[in-house]
């Protein structure tokens, strides 16, 4: 996830209920984390906007359907250098104060099909909004990319804009909250180093977070404002307990947030109890200072969701590293899991093409 998506690495993207960006313009998700003040995606005021993007190629390279094997080492050198750039991209532009839903797809396997325009919507919008041929591109992307039994769970792909920079993507429990949907910022996914390492920092969290993984406490999500039923919800959970519900005790987060997590997670939780979102950056940023060494990226200390997801992307964009910082430990965390080794394997796959079609 890039600084970008982060803006300033704080503030509530991280604390928000949904899952992620997150990233650079960038990752990030609006990621699900623990504490139920989480405002919800609001419909796009009234006002129009002044609307002056600034990222106009297209971001995803053209690769050939069948596209033949890779020269795997290769790539992965490529793609360090992309999420590189990534995380030290700046693209000046007008940021706006809410998230503008566009237009919202339902997912039908490797197809997106039956669009809802949201209405009203600023006029410098409906451009994007109309943009069609963009909008199957960037879910060409991830249907390219993901491999369709890892995204099963997706049943809604938005479009969206916050203006450029902010947030590039999310993954949030739909209407079903066993389903989840995919949001991704259309002028922020201009930039394919973005894009490509915020699809797979999504990805992530969708493996990390959906129901086979959190139990699903359904009083906390009927109700995510209301402190109380959090409290009371997380009080009966043995394990990490987050917004989505309670981990399963050999979860991948659950046994990523024992192996690295416990000692620092009482100075998390003082620091995310503060409310005002300036204080709370302030001291989300000294909390990583302390703790550089432990993680991949700043965004990854806003939360253990957050920390897991940044962690996966570096796990599929690096190569692999010795482990002698925690944060190269939690890289080699993925190890321990086959699926997950044969899963970079497939990620890397179709990434690659890609990869190599960018300058």
Request: aromatic share 12%.
């Amino acid at each position: 996830m890039s600084k970008k998506a982060i803006v300033g690495f704080l503030i509530a993207a991280a604390f928000l209920s949904l899952a992620c960006l997150c990233c650079p313009a960038s990752i990030f998700t609006v990621a699900s984390t623990p504490g139920p003040n989480l405002p919800s995606a609001t419909l796009a005021p009234t006002v129009s906007p002044t609307y002056q993007p600034t990222l106009t190629s297209s971001p995803i390279p053209s690769v050939e359907p069948t596209a033949a094997s890779v020269d795997i080492p290769a790539c992965v050198e490529h793609l360090a250098h992309i999420l590189d750039e990534s995380e030290n991209s700046y693209y000046p532009g007008q940021e706006f104060e809410s998230d503008f839903v566009l237009v919202t797809y339902t997912v039908s396997g490797d197809s997106i099909t039956d669009p809802v325009l949201v209405s009203p919507l600023p006029v410098d919008l409906r451009t994007d909004q109309q943009d069609t041929a963009r909008q199957e591109e960037m879910w060409g992307f991830v249907a390219g990319v993901i491999p369709s039994d890892q995204r099963g769970q997706l049943t809604e792909f938005v479009i969206a804009t916050d203006g450029i920079g902010n947030s590039l993507g999310a993954v949030e429990q739909a209407e079903d909250p066993h389903d989840w949907k995919l949001e991704l910022d259309i002028e922020d996914a201009r930039h394919f180093p973005d894009l490509s390492t915020t699809v797979i920092h999504e990805l992530g969290h969708l493996l990390t977070l959906n129901d086979t993984q959190v139990a699903l406490d359904a009083r906390v999500f009927y109700n995510p404002d209301d402190q109380q039923i959090y409290d009371e919800e997380a009080a009966t959970c043995s394990t990490y307990f987050l917004f989505e519900g309670c981990s399963h005790p050999d979860s991948y987060l659950n046994t990523f947030f024992q192996r690295f997590w416990t000692s620092i997670y009482p100075e998390w939780q003082d620091i995310n109890a503060e409310t005002d979102e300036n204080i709370l950056g302030q001291k989300m940023d000294r909390f990583y200072q302390r703790y550089a060494d432990q993680f991949v990226s700043d965004y990854a200390a806003t939360s253990a969701e957050e920390d897991i997801a940044e962690t996966f992307m570096y796990f599929i964009f690096m190569p692999q590293p010795s482990g002698a910082s925690i944060a190269e430990q939690k890289r080699l965390f993925f190890n321990d899991y086959p699926e997950m080794v044969a899963l970079r394997e497939r990620l890397l796959q179709s990434l690659c093409p890609y990869a190599e079609q960018y300058p």
